[in-house]
């Protein structure tokens, strides 16, 4: 234990406090037990060790990822247990998915040491509320997204913006445009955001993010959800043609019984995978307001999980109105309940309706719908019910 100790000093002498995830606002340490999700890449690692840095005792703190060396010959619940002995009382834990029993050993360590808080990290795809041992009725769950147009803004300038709320947005976006003006250029920031600035690593090197992001991709078909579901391989190469296709298309409207014999796998299969690829952080399924989702329903619509991941993709087949409506989808998910429109492209919290387009795009579509709003591209400010797309990316 002494050489995790050590370690994890370390981590903390180099870990940065300039920029915090908004998530880290969110958390009530009071919960004993506390599990956040999160997309490979989004952040996770990082936010822990800030998490420890800003709240946690550090005398009474260990880090550690369950993927370290030290597990090939010891157990965790045995670490927690001599941790606990020599005064621990914070237990932060990484890659939980890549240890076997994580499940029921963290169920064991809480329901033996109460004077132990633990919180642990992993990827999007594990099945806590279906875990082996039941954590559902122990573990608070969080989702961390990916870097907002906020926070990427914050990467770039170094200045500090609040975030609003939908409806601050809705009443108010033309004074809140007017304060971001005096501090940002938008439009050319907003460009460069959907192409590399989902993920937090794109600053460790711009010109090779698109190539860090497919060996991403592919880390998580191959490792974590291999890891969660046990998939055959054949299958792990079928879904990244399915991705493929999703992120060329403009969105995608999945025909279920074409797809699933062109792949080669059944119906109900084919259906399974694609919720496999959204509980990845890969994709995002879309349906009507009025339809009941099931475990067996085909979503309505496809798009990818971000816009990053159609360059990375798709490439120069990569359409800029999908960009758009995937951005906005992107922002929104999580936050408020959103889908498809009747009558424009989407429709959030069963009350609002929203079309979203380029520069030239006109009010035709929702003049007569009631709530009814343009989110437009290309312009830095906005007008009655016309506001500008890069806007909605400052909600969190």
């Given amino acids: 234990m002494d050489?995790?100790?050590?370690?994890?000093?370390?981590?903390?002498?180099?870990?940065?406090?300039?920029?915090?995830?908004y998530i880290i606002k969110e958390l009530d340490l009071n919960n004993r037990l506390i599990a956040i999700k999160g997309a490979r890449g989004a952040g996770k690692t990082t936010l822990l060790l800030q998490l420890a840095k800003l709240h946690l005792p550090l005398q009474s703190t260990?880090?550690?990822?369950?993927?370290?060396?030290?597990?090939?010959?010891?157990?965790l619940y045995e670490l927690a247990k001599q941790f606990v002995q020599f005064g621990g009382t914070h237990l932060l834990l990484d890659e939980v998915h890549k240890y076997p029993t994580w499940?029921?050993?963290?169920?064991?360590?809480?329901?033996?040491?109460?004077?132990?808080s633990v919180i642990f990290i992993s990827s999007s795809m594990l099945e806590i509320y279906k875990s082996e041992s039941d954590l559902s009725r122990r573990a608070i769950s969080y989702d961390l997204k990916e870097?907002?147009?906020?926070?990427?803004?914050i990467f770039e300038t170094k200045k500090i913006f609040p975030a609003y709320t939908f409806d601050e947005i809705l009443k108010n976006h033309q004074s809140i445009a007017t304060t971001l003006l005096k501090e940002i250029k938008p439009l050319a920031l907003f460009e460069k955001y959907l192409q590399i600035g989902a993920y937090p690593y794109y600053k460790e090197n711009e010109s090779q993010y698109q190539r860090k992001l497919n060996n991403t991709i592919n880390l998580i078909i191959e490792v974590d959800i291999n890891a969660v579901e046990d998939v055959q391989y054949d299958t792990l190469v079928k879904l990244k043609k399915l991705l493929i296709t999703i992120a060329s298309s403009a969105p995608f409207t999945p025909n279920i019984t074409k797809i699933s014999e062109k792949v080669g796998v059944s119906r109900n299969m084919l259906v399974q995978s694609i919720k496999i690829l959204e509980r990845a952080g890969l994709v995002n399924e879309l349906y009507n307001d009025s339809t009941g989702i099931g475990v067996?329903?085909?979503p309505e619509k496809l798009y990818l999980n971000n816009s990053n991941l159609m360059y990375a993709l798709a490439k120069e087949n990569t359409n800029i109105g999908n960009v758009r409506e995937t951005f906005f989808l992107n922002q929104f998910k999580g936050l408020h309940e959103i889908n498809l429109s009747q009558y424009a492209d989407f429709v959030i919290d069963k009350t609002y309706t929203f079309e979203v387009g380029g520069k030239n795009k006109t009010k035709k579509q929702i003049a007569s719908i009631e709530n009814s709003y343009i989110a437009k591209d290309g312009i830095?400010?906005?007008?009655?019910?016309?506001i500008p797309v890069?806007?909605?990316?400052?909600?969190y």
Avoid: A, C
Wanted: proline fraction near 1%; charged fraction near 25%.
């Fill in 380 to 386: 830095e400010i906005g007008f009655g019910n016309i």
């Fill in 3 to 21: 050489d995790l100790l050590f370690e994890f000093q370390i981590k903390m002498e180099r870990i940065s406090l300039d920029i915090q995830r």
């Fill in 103 to 116: 499940s029921r050993e963290i169920k064991l360590i809480y329901d033996n040491f109460p004077e132990l």
């Fill in 62 to 75: 260990l880090y550690v990822s369950l993927d370290h060396i030290y597990f090939f010959d010891n157990k």
């Fill in 296 to 298: 067996l329903t085909k």
């Fill in 390 to 395: 890069w806007l909605f990316g400052f909600m």
């Fill in 147 to 153: 870097l907002s147009f906020r926070e990427f803004t």
